[in-house]
């Protein structure tokens, strides 16, 4: 089992920076992906921002240039930097983690609680 804590978001202007942290307890030998997802009211959960066990970097489109992912060498902490926020940014973001077989298969996944983000135009 994994747990994760979120923190770092509240309210910002736009143009502004926040730095959101996830930090996960538990099994976190076994944690390989880390990711960050947003939901809008109204909208879909999307993918922010994800970084693998192999430290490949994916970002969705809206975020390239502006957000940043992160962990700290031993997989317990995984930051998202956000630049210049727009307020198209405001959500709830929440951390994700993937643990997988050996073969490749997906074994489990986890879910922080989330973080309000909003954007002041």
């Known amino acids: 089992q994994v747990h994760l804590v979120e923190s770092g978001g509240g309210l910002v202007q736009a143009g502004g920076s926040l730095r959101l942290s996830c930090t996960a307890s538990g099994s976190i030998a076994s944690i390989d992906d880390m ?21 490949r970097r994916k970002y969705e489109e809206s975020a390239k240039g502006r957000f940043t992912i992160s962990r700290d060498n031993v997989k317990t902490t995984v930051y998202l930097q956000m630049e210049n926020l727009e307020p198209e940014d405001p959500a709830v973001y929440s951390c994700y983690v993937a643990t997988y077989f050996p073969s490749g298969l997906l074994l489990d996944e986890y879910w922080g609680q989330g973080t309000q983000v909003t954007v002041s135009s």
């Open 35 to 55: 990711s960050w997802y947003r939901q809008a009211p109204g909208q879909e959960r999307e993918l922010v921002a994800m970084l693998t066990g192999g430290n």
